[in-house]
């Protein structure tokens, strides 16, 4: 078969018009035709399909061809890797959201020098374009290849398979590696515009028990365009990174006693409590009573809730007297021991507790990242007790109160996925229907959209997910909104019904932020930390020019302090010039400068971050301005 049959795939008649699919292909070469699209699921020239099935072809400007050319970059990195360091054994390389990558277990670690060898071979292979053909192999055949390369991770997939599976490899030059595809016609067809962007440590099948693997990760781009929008963004990225931010604007650091824990500064405890002041603000409006339970509590509640079963091998224990006891990794058990004390009556319900409580998990070492992940953290919790009959109605109170949150930090590009069943989860299958039916009704209610994202539920109840898309266009899933049938019935959690009998209560998972410090980082970089003026640690700085304005100066900190602004004043002995650059690279929203002159009018002059004018205004106005600006939420003061 040709690399790239267009002509065939119009003989076989296309849902496309013939005038279509030819005034699409006028301006394509061949090689732009990358696979065919069968029934809406993509198919490689190389898959012989069964039947006279309609098909069009996926040209390389198509948005699924992205995942294609991904996909076959990744196994070009492993024939790279392959080619340069025999013996090395390949577990599994996937395309993903913003790239590639390939897990390898390798003789040694690799270094910086290394990729730059491999990703050159690469650019190699890609010259070569050799014809990537799809062959179907026996299982005998399949295992024995697997025994004669050193290749014991694709032995265990093929032993994990259905005895009947078809098992599809992969071939392109001496280079061959299972997969299910589909894939490009060549290796040609990929183009050079690939990056490697580094190495990790990624556990076989994502479980610590498993052998530690090496992983090479890096994005691969349509055309060179592409690549180099591609580019900007990760310039751009890097200079809103958190942890960069962070130590410009003294927010907090980490050091090695206390791995994946955050040593906040008081600038960044100011922005953490003033987060959690805004949140209680919103939940107190909505009806929701605050708790708080143990960090620390006997193994035997986890075993209870399920949590020590599925996720023991990431939670922290210490015994003493004779006790095993964990640090909590979630706050869900202890926000059903606090409903169960004392008999509820269905009158009670619903009932909306919060709970902004610290958990603890371990992650690897190497996959910690500033606040993005952490092994301590806190979630702003909460968890609503209801009757069947009021879930739909709780679901839709709080998609709103979600959506309503996320715009007030400036976001208003928000998707929503609806997670349903994963492969290992508690609960019988009636209650994961009636759950998900339930979450379903309650999403669709609101009037908002949601796509589908099939097996990623909790393993107690399906949820909904919410995906933020920043100021650079990534994104980042925060919110959740999950429902547990399971979870008061294992815990023995009740309330008394209309009919005087028992029944145990729909209880509902919420989280806006879901990490607290998770979301900082993410509003950092969304800000470049140019945060909202409201949010800000530190508001204003009252900077003088000389120290006859020292008095003067310390009369409007007291003043913008009495009307609840966040102020500090720098009144040394440097000049001016030198403290506006030193606060403008700590984000501060406002400066007010005075000097002698400003301190006879009963005058400040204003620099605001940003904006390159610097009027001077009477100081009473300034005071107003800024403590209005703080309780309205504002992102600017006088540039609005």
């Given amino acids: 078969m ?63 061809a992205l995942s294609l050319i991904r996909h076959d970059t990744a196994h070009v990195l492993a024939q790279a890797v392959s080619e340069l360091f025999p013996g090395t054994a390949l577990a599994t390389g996937p395309a993903t959201e913003q790239g590639f990558f390939y897990d390898f277990a390798a003789e040694r670690a690799f270094t910086d020098d290394d990729l730059v ?16 053909i799809r062959e179907e192999w026996k299982r005998k055949s399949a295992l024995a290849w697997c025994q004669e390369n050193g290749q014991p991770y694709k032995a265990e997939i093929i032993r994990s398979l259905p005895a009947d599976a078809v098992l599809s490899f992969y071939r392109q030059g001496n280079f061959v590696d299972l997969c299910r595809g589909p894939h490009l016609g060549s290796t040609g067809q990929i183009g050079h515009e690939f990056r490697l962007l580094g190495t990790a440590g990624a556990y076989w099948k994502g479980d610590r028990n498993n052998p530690m693997l090496q992983r090479i990760h890096g994005t691969a781009c349509r055309d060179a365009n592409e690549l180099a929008a591609w580019e900007q963004r990760q310039e751009e990225a890097a200079r809103r990174d958190h942890r960069r931010l962070g130590r410009e604007m003294d927010l907090f650091h980490f050091q090695p006693e206390a791995p994946g824990a955050v040593f906040w500064h008081p600038n960044g405890w100011t922005l953490f409590q003033t987060l959690l002041a805004y949140l209680r603000a919103r939940q107190q409006a909505e009806n929701y009573v605050e708790i708080n339970t143990p960090d620390i509590m006997d193994l035997s509640l986890w075993q209870a809730s399920g949590h020590w079963e599925k996720f023991g091998e990431n939670m922290f224990t210490t015994e003493t007297e004779g006790r095993t006891y964990a640090l909590k990794p979630m706050n869900c058990p202890g926000g059903v021991q606090v409903f169960r004390h004392g008999l509820k009556s269905y009158r009670d319900l619903p009932l909306r507790m919060a709970e902004f409580g610290k958990v603890h998990r371990f992650e690897p070492s190497g ?9 301590a953290f806190t979630q702003d919790d909460a968890h609503i007790f209801c009757t069947p009959e009021q879930m739909e109605a709780e679901t839709q109170r709080i998609c709103h109160l979600v959506l309503s949150i996320y715009k007030d930090f400036g976001f208003n590009n928000v998707r929503i996925k609806f997670s349903d069943r994963p492969e290992k989860r508690v609960g019988s299958d009636e209650i994961w229907d009636r759950s998900e039916d339930a979450l379903r009704r309650g999403v669709e209610a609101s009037g908002l959209s949601y796509t589908r994202n099939p097996g990623e539920g909790a393993f107690y109840g399906p949820k909904l997910e919410f995906v933020l898309r920043d100021a650079i266009g990534r994104d980042w899933q925060c919110g959740t909104v999950q429902v547990d049938l399971n979870l008061p019935q294992r815990l023995d959690a009740h309330y008394v019904g209309a009919d005087g009998d028992k029944h145990p209560p729909v209880m509902l998972h919420r989280a806006l932020f879901g990490s607290l410090e998770r979301f900082i980082g993410i509003l950092l970089e969304h800000h470049a930390g140019h945060l909202p003026f409201w949010l800000a640690p530190v508001q204003v700085v009252v900077a003088t020019i000389t120290a006859a304005a020292d008095e003067y100066a310390d009369d409007l900190i007291k003043a913008l302090r009495q009307r609840g602004v966040r102020v500090v004043p720098d009144l040394r002995n440097e000049k001016i010039a030198y403290k506006i650059r030193e606060h403008s690279l700590a984000k501060v929203p406002v400066l007010l400068i005075v000097g002698k002159k400003e301190a006879q009018a009963g005058t400040v002059s204003i620099r605001e971050y940003g904006n390159p004018d610097a009027p001077t205004i009477a100081m009473e106005t300034a005071i107003n301005l800024l403590a209005d600006a703080s309780r309205s939420r504002l992102l600017q003061v006088f540039g609005t």
Wanted: with cysteine; aromatic share 4%.
């Fill in 2 to 64: 040709s690399r790239c049959p267009l002509i065939a795939l119009l003989r076989q008649g296309s849902p496309m018009s013939s005038t279509t699919i030819a005034s699409r292909s006028a301006s394509y070469s061949p090689k732009d035709v990358l696979a065919r699209r069968v029934d809406g699921a993509l198919f490689d020239h190389s898959t012989l399909l069964s039947g006279d099935r309609p098909s069009e072809p996926v040209f390389r400007s198509d948005a699924d």
């Fill in 117 to 132: 060898r491999i990703e050159a071979r690469m650019h190699e292979i890609v010259d070569r374009d050799e014809p990537i």
């Fill in 367 to 375: 996959a910690l990242h500033g606040l993005m992940r952490v092994r």
